[in-house]
């Protein structure tokens, strides 16, 4: 499937090559004023730009280049604000209608022409093949739906729904906390620049925590609040683990010294503290060392960082109702 949630409902679409990716976002009450700033600068994050315009270290060239200009389909209206009654300047803002919102973000710099030798072989460490033995043929143009490209649209619905949080109190925010075996922030980018240098690629652990988050989220069985946040964090690409509280690393300490330590979460809901989670982004496997041609990320943890607070939000507005 390719929707998240039933409250707010997600779908998104497109493939890495083709002409545009985009989603559609279903359950939005209407009323809610679109940010489109923190939609532009949370594009950029994902982008790996920062806020002088300039790239992040090991950043691809193609997520640098292309635009990510987000075109509204649906389910908005373009409002002065002197009619809305906030200011008689004739400023617009976008507010939902609550009817399905559709957006599209064009591909600007796609190159499907360097992946033709895709048509002939699978790559290692990818799903080329077995998305050929699911569906007897598959999307050789960058990978298709299984490339990052489809995060972007991700991000966007991400903002949304992290406004309508945002006016309950509830914050997200999520960091780059380990690139490898290294923890000093300060050293990420020599880090992963060294693995640029040697054609190859290096992993990362991002750390998300959720504050203003009130008790009694979550179910006591299958939807425990944990739960609902893997399976969201899991199916962004190459997500290879998560842990909540004190995660794997409690296992080598006893219940005495680590007791009381919850993550903001007991017996599946929230307890009304900040919930902290870690989930870890394997390396690329698509390296010049490997044989493989490509504008790939020496460090895909970098730009996941805005996607895991994306999928967060829409998991907390599906199981809050808003």
Not at 206 to 235: D, T
Request: hydrophobic content about 40%; aromatic content about 8%.
């Amino acid at each position: 499937m390719n929707t998240f949630g039933d409250k707010w409902s997600f779908t998104s679409f497109g493939e890495s090559h083709g002409k545009a990716i985009g989603g559609v976002l279903d359950g939005v009450p209407a009323g809610l004023r679109i940010d489109l700033e923190m939609i532009r600068g949370e594009l950029l994050r994902r982008k790996g730009v920062t806020g002088d315009g300039l790239p992040v270290t090991g950043v691809s060239p193609r997520a640098v280049r292309e635009p990510d200009e987000v075109e509204w389909l649906s389910g908005v209206i373009e409002i002065k604000n002197y009619e809305l009654g906030i200011t008689n300047e004739r400023v617009s803002e976008l507010v939902t209608l609550g009817t399905p919102i559709a957006f599209i973000i064009r591909n600007k710099d796609a190159r499907p022409e360097d992946y033709e030798w895709l048509k002939y072989t699978y790559r290692v460490g990818h799903a080329d093949k077995v998305y050929e033995q699911k569906y007897g043929l598959r999307d050789w143009r960058g990978g298709g739906r299984a490339s990052a490209r489809e995060t972007a649209a991700r991000v966007v619905a991400g903002c949304i729904a992290k406004q309508e949080l945002q006016a309950k109190g509830i914050a997200i925010e999520a960091r780059l906390v380990q690139v490898g075996a290294e923890t000093d922030e300060t050293k990420f980018a020599e880090t992963i620049a060294a693995y640029q240098r040697e054609g190859d690629s290096i992993g990362g652990i991002i750390e998300c925590r959720i504050q203003g988050l009130p008790a009694g989220v979550g179910e006591p069985i299958f939807n425990k609040l944990q739960a609902e946040l893997a399976f969201a964090v899991m199916s962004i690409n190459a997500c290879k683990g998560f842990e909540y509280g004190t995660g794997f690393g409690g296992v080598t300490e006893s219940g005495s010294a680590i007791n009381g330590i919850s993550g903001g979460i007991a017996g599946g809901i929230s307890d009304g503290t900040e919930v902290m989670f870690r989930c870890v982004f394997k390396p690329t496997p698509s390296t010049p060392k490997a044989g493989v041609k490509g504008r790939h990320d020496a460090c895909v943890a970098t730009r996941a960082v805005p996607v895991v607070e994306a999928m967060t939000a829409l998991t907390l507005v599906n199981l809050l109702n808003c």
